[in-house]
């Protein structure tokens, strides 16, 4: 068995012209990313390695779930080649990571998230939102064999963030 957990980075700012890959975590990003990182930990395996994408955007959300998760940004393998917006590529990264790693988190970007995800995971998502998680499961012993999977968890912000607003309102 081998499982992949996807997340898409956190929501980036737009209010000052970087370029795309110099693009930091706007507020709303923070947020979400600090409530996702909050409620993924049920759904993690116990050991794991964790790559993501050289976009500030990414690192910065790498760098949150690290405080939440209680992992070492310092062991946050950052891939240059993650910063890719198509599915092939992204395939092709993940068919590259070594056989002794059973459980990889990979923080990357859309449309190559959706795209991956609903070709390799048994559950259609039209789009995994920014803060999205997807974990996939796949009955495979070499990454290189990667075929289509389970797609076992889906954590979004929007899942909360009604809960959240509710709990606001009762408290008023």
Same mark, same amino acid.
């Given at each position: 068995?081998?499982?992949?957990?996807?997340?898409?980075?956190?929501?980036?700012?737009?209010?000052?012209?970087?370029?795309?890959?110099?693009?930091?975590?706007?507020?709303?990003?923070?947020?979400?990313?600090?409530?996702?990182?909050?409620?993924?930990?049920?759904?993690?395996?116990?050991?794991?390695?964790?790559?993501?994408?050289?976009?500030?955007?990414?690192?910065?959300?790498?760098?949150?779930?690290?405080?939440?998760?209680?992992?070492?940004?310092?062991?946050?393998?950052?891939?240059?080649?993650?910063?890719?917006?198509?599915?092939?590529?992204?395939?092709?990264?993940?068919?590259?990571?070594?056989?002794?790693?059973? $459980?990889?988190?990979?923080?990357?970007?859309?449309?190559?998230?959706?795209?991956?995800?609903?070709?390799?995971?048994?559950?259609?998502?039209?789009?995994?939102? @920014?803060?999205?998680?997807?974990?996939?499961?796949?009955?495979?012993?070499?990454?290189?064999?990667?075929?289509?999977?389970? @797609?076992? $968890?889906?954590?979004?912000?929007?899942?909360?963030?009604?809960?959240?607003?509710?709990?606001?309102?009762?408290?008023?």
């Amino acid at each position: 068995m081998k499982n992949l957990i996807l997340i898409r980075h956190s929501k980036s700012s737009w209010e000052t012209l970087f370029k795309d890959i110099d693009r930091p975590l706007s507020k709303r990003g923070i947020n979400d990313a600090h409530l996702i990182s909050s409620k993924i930990a049920d759904i993690l395996p116990k050991t794991y390695i964790v790559w993501s994408s050289t976009a500030k955007r990414t690192r910065e959300s790498a760098m949150i779930y690290s405080e939440h998760l209680m992992f070492s940004y310092e062991n946050v393998i950052l891939k240059e080649e993650l910063y890719t917006f198509d599915e092939q590529k992204l395939e092709e990264i993940i068919k590259k990571c070594e056989n002794r790693y059973v $459980n990889l988190i990979l923080f990357g970007h859309n449309e190559a998230i959706t795209n991956f995800v609903n070709k390799f995971g048994n559950l259609f998502i039209e789009n995994v939102p @920014t803060s999205g998680v997807v974990s996939l499961q796949f009955d495979i012993d070499d990454w290189q064999d990667l075929k289509k999977g389970q @797609t076992i $968890n889906t954590l979004f912000p929007s899942h909360y963030k009604n809960e959240q607003h509710n709990k606001q309102e009762v408290h008023r």
